[in-house]
């Protein structure tokens, strides 16, 4: 309801485990559109890492998708559950649209509200990448 974007549905639960373990620092990249432009100091502080009632938490990568610095992308291996709002909720930013652009190298290339079937090339791909 919350983020659009590139999502996972899966029976196995070892697969999923993978995926969202912390552990395995599975990337996730998100487009997201922020209520006042990002500062300098801000953007600093979230690669630094900040502390959320959930514990510590940061980002790998923050680029600016626009000049005004209010539609951003965000990389972290963080899968918790409303991780980047909160991220930037600490620090008085509202986030107005989240899009999940991309998981595990996964990207979302095909229309809202479709979906479809990982192929067993990108199965065994993520499984090589992320598996011990």
Excluded: C, Q, W
Excluded at 46 to 70: C, H, P, W, Y
Aim: proline share 3%; hydrophobic share 35%.
């Amino acid at each position: 309801y919350n983020t659009t974007g590139v999502l996972f549905i899966t029976n196995d639960g070892g697969f999923a485990n993978l995926l969202t373990h912390p552990k395995n620092n599975v990337p996730r990249v998100y487009e997201v559109k922020l209520d006042k432009p990002l500062l300098h100091e801000d953007r600093s502080r979230l690669l630094k890492g900040i502390f959320l009632e959930s514990g510590r938490g940061k980002f790998n990568e923050i680029a600016s998708v626009r000049k005004d610095n209010k539609s951003i992308e965000v990389t972290s291996v963080e899968g918790r559950n409303h991780f980047i709002k909160n991220m930037f909720g600490a620090l008085g930013y509202r986030v107005i649209a989240l899009n999940r652009k991309s998981f595990a190298g996964i990207s979302s290339d095909i229309p809202k509200g479709k979906y479809r079937i990982l192929t067993d090339y990108e199965v065994n791909g993520l499984l090589k990448a992320y598996g011990k």
